[in-house]
Structures are given as structure tokens and as C-alpha cells.
């Protein structure tokens, strides 16, 4: 028998294809964005401050499409913006390298024997001495200033120029067989063997290992042991090297600034798109609200399926280019994208008009123990989830480059990593999502998700070989791929009549939040310790947490007798019609009322008034109870 196919339903499967389809090469933008000059503190910022953006738009748009009940106009719009933005990454114009201004210095040049001496002294800039005159990048000087190692490629990396013009006469014995030029440039780079170099108090001393061959030659002089002299230069050094990107640098380019802004669009309309999206989908599905990641794992599908693909044709259409060539990636984009519009648009599904959008039962919904929690754990996963998006795929290339220079798979366990975590982590567990909370509740999912978590990343703390990120990325579904659909169902279930998008807009910006943080503890991290340490950090972060939030629930069962019983607790939010799982009875559409409603709708009256008194209140009947969504 053919399987039966719920049309309502089809176009939403296909938007979530579509989209997550052409958004598979999310995952690498942190990887392009760096390619195009912006060092990692660069990407750090600007994964710490788009999400917050995006967090903001959530929740506005949420209120304003509940209260005014725009949800398709909102989802429309967020497609669009969405397409123009993500598209436009790929054509957004590089950062150009710094150079640093030309330095100012006096070079002594004297003839000691059989050899030329170099001894340069900075004006006052503090650039010189941390880059030429570095006591760890140079050797300290001997009695006979010279440097106990020839300066080779592996002792230092010291780049620069030295163009000088002499403005004092030579002096000493020998002037008049000395024709020292009025001017002349020296270059010292890392390829040069012919000098000794080393570093004694604020000054580098250059000295020639083989005079006959470079300095003599070049400006007939001859330097003997006869000769003693000293001829004084002004010199402008500047240095052939790019200086290091700052983020002082990256605030003062324009390039900057566009990648930053399209990339704050970007987040805001993807951000629009999700929340109205999911809307829709709980709009769609009514009461069975637990079979949101069937939906969902669509998504997951393309976003593996599309995602191996593009980066198969991008380390296709590069081969022997000198730049990552993105056209295929472009091709792809453009094309689902643009589809998706139109899906999106035919898409039917009716917002509910009675349900009116109330400020004081939203205020009580929030302020309830489980809220605080939940929202706690969602904020902890996305600082993980948010490190994990925005500097994964740098930390898989910083591990290959460092196991080996010559390394020319790191496309390829990109996209392998990218298939795994979809097919064999976000699609299966998509799937199981709704068997596995219903059989484990909210609560234990979520301390599972913490868990694995944690897991993960001590697990990539250890890597040194890339290959071993492939077996580690098996734990993506479990965390991610459980994480997700147990907090956008929570969330739904904990949500009052009429502010399904306001609720899902507040969890989906906790969520972006953390993610935010996650962007800005992750560049901190990784400057400081470098990938491996960073992600100790993170794994001990969430163990932390683990151990809070399971403490925090245990407490709470124990006290879930005293807090029922206690009338006076008016921030405690009141589900009726769900299950002990956080979903609803199959003959009810486990509508969220107010604190006093949920209790008194099936109170009867105690006076022939029909007013309740206060004791109804204080111990409401067996089947008015709360039912705690798990």
C-alpha cells in the first residue's frame, strides 16, 4: 500500500528543503569571511554581534506578527531578504593587507676587520622594537656583537628594507681611501645566510659574513682591518611583510564594514524566516505538535545532500586556481533560493483571529521556575552550538595544517563532516525526536543533549589528526539534532494562546544569544589557547552547567508537592490538556490559559452568587491540579 501524503503538509517539507538547501554553505562562511582578510578576533566580532541583531529581530517581529497577525508578510519577507543577502556574500570585495608606515632610523655603518657592520637604531616607534628588536625573535648579542647562530629562515622571520642617505663626512683613518656612497639600500629578508644578526639593547647589529660578495661589491668599498670608520645614515625602513590584522585596522576599512552589514541582514532575515516558519509549522500540525522534526528533517536532509555537493564542485572548479572559485556555490544558491519564494508563497495555513496577543499572560508564562531553566539551557546550548558554527571548520584546518603542511583533503573532510552531521545525525534523530522526548520527557532530553555536549567537546580537544573529527561528528545527533526539536516543542507547549510566534521569537533569541556568545568566547578562546584548548574550555564550561541544571530539576521534583499546593505563586504558569511530556492529549489542542482560568474552569461556585471563595483557590479539586510539562 502506497504511503498516504498530507498535501497541507508538502509545501512546508519543501520550503525546508529548499531553503536549508540553498543555505548549505552556511558552515563555511566563517572560512570565506577569513579568506577574505578578516583576521579570526574579526570573525569573532562579527559572529558576536550579527546574532544579537538577529535575536532582536525575533522577537519584534514575533510580537508584531502575534498582535497584528502579519506572520505570512513576516515569512515572505524573510525569504527575500534572506536570498539577496546569502547570495551577495560570495561577491562582497576583499579586506586589503595592512602595510606600516615607513619607520625612521640611524644606521652606523662601520669596517672592522674583515667585514661590514651594520648597527641600526630606531627612532621612537614602538612598532620597531616589537617586530626587529624582539628579544625573543632575536638573539642577544655577544662581546663581539655577533649573535651565536647565523641568521637563517628557521631562527627568526625579520623582513625589511633599509634605504638611507648619508648626511655626516666619514671620519677615521683610511677617509681618503674610502669612498663610502652617499646612498644605498639594503634588504634583509628571510631567505638571507650572508648576515649575522642579533639585538643588543634597543639596536639590531647587522654584520656580513661574506663582505666580498655583497655590500663590498655592490658599492666598491673595501673594508680591512686598517680601516676604521664610521659613516652615519638616516634610513626609512619599511618592511616587506604585511603587518598584522587588528581589529582597529578592520573598524577603519570600508570592505570591512560591507561584509559586516550584509552579514547582519543576512542573520536578521534568516532569523524572520526560522521563527515564522516554525510558526507556521505548529499552525499546520494543531495537536500533533510532537511531529514537528518530520518536517524539519527535510531541511537537515538538503542542508547534507546540497552541502557535500557544493564543496565536492568548489574543490573541483578550483583545481590549480590560485583563488577558491565559489561559482558552482553561487549557482546552487541562487536557484533553490529563488524556488523557494515561490513555494513559500503557496504555502496555506489560517492564523487563529480570537487569539489575542496579552501581555500579563505572556509576563506569567516567562516568569515561571521551568521557563528560567529552560531558557538557561537554551542559552548554554547556543554558546556551544554558537563556537561550534562559527570556528569548527577553522579549527579543522588549523589541526590539518599543523598535522601536515602539504595537507589537500581539507575540503574534502569538510564536506564529510558537513554529510555526517546531516545523514547520520540531524535527519535519524529528527526522525526518533518524537519517540525519544515523548518516551524521556523534556527534562531528561535535555540533560542527555548536555551531556553529549560536554562529550563532544573534550572529544575534539583531543584531536590532532583531522581524520578523527569524522568518528566524533557521529555525536552531532544526539546533541543537535535532539536539542533543537525538544526546545522549539518546549516551547511551543509552554507558549499562551495567541503568542505562539512571541514565545518562539523569545526562545529562538536566547537561543541566537548564546550563539552571539558563543561567537565572541570562541575568538577569545582560540586566540588565546589555539582549538584544542578551546574547546577544554567549552567542554568545562558545559560540564558545569550539566551538573546545574540536573541538581536544579531534582530540586524541583522534590518541591513540586509544596509549589502545587501553594495558591499564592502566581508566577507558576498553569498547562492544561498536555501530558507529563509536554505534549497534548490527542482529543484536545492543549490550549495555555491564565493562572486563575486553569484553575477555576472546572471549580464549581461556593455561594449562590457564583463566586469562588478563597479556599477553592488555596486547594483546588484532583483533576484542576497542574500538570508539569516534562
Not at 513576516?74 to 534572506?82: E, K, Q, S, V
Request: with cysteine; hydrophobic share 40%; glycine share 6%.
Amino acid at each position: 500500500m502506497a504511503p498516504k501524503i498530507n498535501k497541507k503538509l508538502l509545501p512546508l517539507k519543501i520550503h525546508y528543503f529548499l531553503k536549508y538547501g540553498g543555505m548549505s554553505f552556511f558552515p563555511f562562511l566563517p572560512a570565506l569571511i577569513r579568506q577574505k582578510g578578516v583576521s579570526e578576533g574579526g570573525v569573532g566580532l562579527i559572529w558576536t554581534v550579527i546574532p544579537l541583531t538577529s535575536a532582536a529581530t525575533n522577537m519584534l517581529v514575533g510580537t508584531v506578527a502575534d498582535y497584528f497577525k502579519l506572520h505570512r508578510v513576516f515569512f515572505m519577507a524573510g525569504m527575500f531578504t534572506l536570498t539577496i543577502t546569502f547570495t551577495s556574500v560570495f561577491f562582497m570585495p576583499n579586506v586589503p593587507e595592512p602595510r606600516k608606515d615607513p619607520l625612521l632610523a640611524t644606521l652606523s655603518l662601520q669596517c672592522p676587520q674583515d667585514s661590514a657592520k651594520f648597527v641600526v637604531c630606531p627612532h621612537s616607534n614602538p612598532y620597531w622594537y616589537d617586530i626587529v628588536s624582539k628579544p625573543t625573535t632575536l638573539n642577544d648579542c655577544d662581546a663581539n656583537d655577533n649573535s651565536s647562530t647565523t641568521f637563517m629562515t628557521d631562527q627568526m622571520n625579520i623582513n625589511y628594507n633599509l634605504r638611507c642617505k648619508m648626511y655626516g663626512d666619514p671620519d677615521g683613518d683610511g677617509e681618503e681611501m674610502l669612498h663610502f656612497p652617499s646612498e644605498f639600500s639594503l634588504t634583509l629578508d628571510k631567505h638571507q645566510s650572508e648576515y649575522n644578526v642579533c639585538s643588543s639593547r634597543n639596536c639590531t647589529i647587522i654584520t656580513e659574513v661574506n663582505v666580498t660578495s655583497t655590500f663590498s661589491e655592490l658599492y666598491n668599498v673595501s673594508c680591512r682591518e686598517s680601516y676604521k670608520t664610521t659613516c652615519e645614515y638616516r634610513c626609512e625602513t619599511s618592511y616587506v611583510e604585511t603587518a598584522k590584522v587588528t581589529i582597529n585596522y578592520l573598524l577603519s576599512s570600508v570592505q570591512f564594514w560591507v561584509i559586516f552589514m550584509n552579514m547582519m541582514i543576512l542573520y536578521a532575515g534568516n532569523g524572520v524566516t526560522t521563527t515564522m516558519a516554525d510558526t507556521v509549522c505548529f499552525f499546520l500540525l494543531g495537536k500533533n505538535r510532537h511531529k514537528y522534526g518530520h518536517q524539519r528533517l527535510w531541511g537537515s536532509l538538503a542542508w547534507g545532500m546540497i552541502g557535500m555537493t557544493s564543496g565536492a564542485l568548489v574543490t573541483y572548479f578550483s583545481h590549480n586556481k590560485s583563488e577558491v572559485d565559489y561559482t558552482p556555490v553561487v549557482a546552487i544558491s541562487i536557484t533553490f533560493l529563488v524556488a523557494n519564494l515561490f513555494v513559500s508563497f503557496i504555502i496555506k495555513f489560517d492564523v487563529p483571529k480570537k487569539e489575542k496577543l496579552k501581555a500579563s499572560i505572556v509576563g506569567h508564562a516567562l516568569c515561571s521556575f521551568k521557563m528560567i531553566v529552560f531558557l538557561l539551557t537554551v542559552m548554554v546550548g547556543g554558546i556551544t552550538m554558537g563556537t561550534q558554527w562559527t570556528f569548527f571548520f577553522i579549527v579543522v584546518e588549523d589541526i590539518a595544517i599543523a598535522w601536515d603542511p602539504t595537507f589537500n583533503f581539507i575540503k574534502l573532510i569538510q564536506g564529510l563532516l558537513l554529510g555526517i552531521e546531516c545523514f547520520f545525525g540531524e535527519v535519524p534523530f529528527l526522525f526518533l525526536s518524537s519517540f525519544i522526548i515523548k518516551k524521556l520527557g523534556n527534562v531528561r532530553t535535555f540533560s542527555g543533549v548536555l551531556v553529549i555536549l560536554t562529550m563532544r567537546c573534550f572529544l575534539y580537544s583531543c584531536v590532532t589528526n583531522p581524520w578523527y573529527f569524522l568518528p566524533i561528528e557521529f555525536l552531532h545527533g544526539p546533541s543537535f539534532g535532539l536539542l533543537y526539536p525538544n526546545m522549539i516543542t518546549y516551547a511551543n507547549a509552554l507558549a499562551p494562546k495567541g503568542a505562539q510566534a512571541t514565545i518562539q521569537g523569545i526562545v529562538k533569541s536566547t537561543f541566537v544569544g548564546g550563539v552571539s556568545l558563543g561567537g565572541l568566547i570562541g575568538g577569545v578562546l582560540l586566540e588565546k589557547f589555539g582549538g584544542s584548548k578551546a574547546y577544554m574550555c567549552l567542554g568545562l564550561f558545559d560540564l558545569s552547567f550539566t551538573l546545574v541544571f540536573i541538581i536544579a530539576n531534582l530540586a524541583r521534583d522534590r518541591l513540586k508537592v509544596h509549589r502545587s499546593d501553594n495558591a499564592s505563586d502566581q508566577c507558576e504558569y498553569v498547562a492544561q490538556g498536555s501530558n507529563d511530556h509536554g505534549y497534548p492529549a490527542e482529543d484536545e489542542e492543549a490550549p495555555l490559559n491564565s493562572p486563575v482560568t486553569s484553575l477555576t474552569s472546572s471549580l464549581p461556585p461556593n455561594d449562590n452568587n457564583g463566586n469562588l471563595s478563597p479556599q477553592a483557590y488555596d486547594k483546588p479539586p484532583e483533576d484542576a491540579k497542574e500538570k508539569l510539562v516534562e
